[in-house]
């Protein structure tokens, strides 16, 4: 492959300076810090920060990718997808009739995918890493947790118009939580906690599968704390996220109980869809928070999003091939043209929506066949390798990555930092512990 043979020249240009350098010869770990930097800022700071410690984990893998010796980046089969992906976006970029807003939404794609590849690569080399990377977003998961847990005993003012209040009484009305993320919004702060929740049930079963049953048990009460915030954040996509989210973990677990442990496994499930619902029955804040997801054009906040979506699909119809360009500056300036009345909006509330506006059919095939084809190597790792803290891993993240994607259905706080970091490293994990079928195995 042409970049790992650009690679292996500079490799040999600079064979003294890598032999003489006792930081180069040790250059993952500075790598690694940099690369959980992004997390836990991801937690309190604005996105120009969150992105600058990942431009700093992408500069630093293409010095090691240029000096380090026999480095190189062995490609997957379907990241043929995301390159295609990307190429189409570059495409979009240059047919946009907003550059200058479009080129800035294209440097953030190109941040998010350069950290992917950078982390992949970084993973690759360093396996065991694993738990640490996982256990920070894990820790940072549960922070934030605590953090809504704290907020929902101060029954927090609404600092925006976030729920249709109008039908309600008083003591019906949510006080939702929105932790510290920025910006303050408790549908992004519900989507993050959906993306932590997996890593955090995921460290259940990471530390029964090593008996340290304390640790095992602080997990599950970290995992209880995260539940509890998600449902206090009242966002409505997060909640049926949080089942796609408890459904894929009785199915993949179906893999080490089923045979042992029938009665255990179905008394788990029964539990749950038990809580659940006494939860929903006699918690009336909840109860009507969740109700209105099927009021439809009942529920301001639905009928807001619908008249976004129809006004989407009219752009798209008009822009079916390439696109208005990527980024929500150029989306809100020619969605202006195209909105009903009072109905402004910053995105089309829909990921697959808005990338088939953004960038065109193409990107919108491209991108849902890198999902759809990760998605297949990934389960069908899960049900054949043998390694079982490997199997915890790639069901984490597989499942983190399903609770985010259909999240995306109903919102695009996907297309947030905070998410975008923790959605590509569940992707290069998965993509480290793949059986490495390359495209070219000769390079």
């Keep these: 492959m042409m970049f790992n043979k650009i690679c292996n020249f500079f490799q040999k240009k600079t064979t003294w300076l890598y032999n003489n350098s006792l930081v180069l010869q040790r250059i993952d770990d500075v790598i690694l810090p940099f690369i959980l930097l992004t997390f836990v800022v991801s937690t309190f700071m604005s996105s120009d920060a969150i992105g600058f410690f990942a431009i700093i984990v992408m500069f630093l893998t293409i010095v090691k990718m240029f000096t380090k010796p026999n480095s190189k980046y062995e490609f997957q089969g379907f990241e043929i997808w995301l390159i295609l992906y990307f190429m189409l976006v570059v495409v979009s970029l240059f047919g946009s009739t907003l550059f200058a807003q479009s080129l800035k939404g294209f440097c953030k794609t190109f941040i998010y995918i350069g950290f992917y590849f950078s982390t992949a690569l970084y993973i690759k080399d360093n396996l065991k890493k694993i738990p640490v990377i996982l256990g920070t977003i894990a820790l940072c998961t549960i922070m934030e947790g605590l953090i809504g847990v704290f907020q929902s005993t101060l029954h927090l003012e609404a600092i925006s118009t976030w729920q249709d209040t109008s039908n309600l009484n008083p003591e ?27 890593i955090v049930l995921g460290g ?100 807001f999003r619908f008249n976004v979506y129809h006004s989407s699909l009219e752009m798209f119809k008009d822009n079916w091939l390439l696109g208005i360009g990527v980024g929500n500056k150029n989306f809100r300036e020619i969605y202006g043209l195209y909105m009903k009345t009072g109905f402004d909006a ?54 983190a990555i399903f609770g985010i994607l259909f999240h995306g259905l109903v919102d695009t706080i996907y297309f947030r930092p905070q998410l975008q970091f923790i959605f590509w490293t569940y992707i290069a994990v998965i993509c480290a512990l793949l059986p490495q079928k390359t495209i070219n195995k000769n390079n």
Aim: proline letters at 2%; a positive charge.
């Design 346 to 399: 910053l995105s089309a509330y829909n990921i697959y929506l808005e990338t088939a506006v953004e960038s065109g059919i193409f990107a919108l095939i491209a991108f849902l066949g890198f999902l759809g084809t990760l998605t297949y190597k990934a389960i069908k790792a899960i049900y054949k390798l043998e390694n079982k803290e490997h199997i915890i891993y790639l069901s984490a993240c597989i499942i």
């Design 204 to 303: 259940i079963i990471y530390f029964l599968n090593k008996h340290k049953i304390n640790m095992a048990i602080f997990s599950c009460a970290a995992s209880a704390a995260v539940i509890y915030a998600i449902l206090q954040t009242g966002c409505r996509g997060a909640y049926l996220s949080m089942l796609i989210i408890f459904f894929a973990c009785f199915v993949l677990s179906a893999k080490f109980f089923w045979n042992k442990y029938k009665q255990i496994y179905l008394f788990l499930i029964g539990s749950t869809v038990c809580l659940m619902t006494m939860v929903l029955i006699f918690v009336s804040s909840l109860r009507h928070r969740f109700i209105s997801i099927f009021a439809m054009r009942s529920d301001s906040s639905n009928s």
């Design 172 to 198: 019906d009305i949510l006080s939702r939580v929105y932790g510290t993320l920025k910006p303050l919004n408790p549908n992004l702060y519900g989507g993050y906690l959906i993306g932590g929740l997996p």
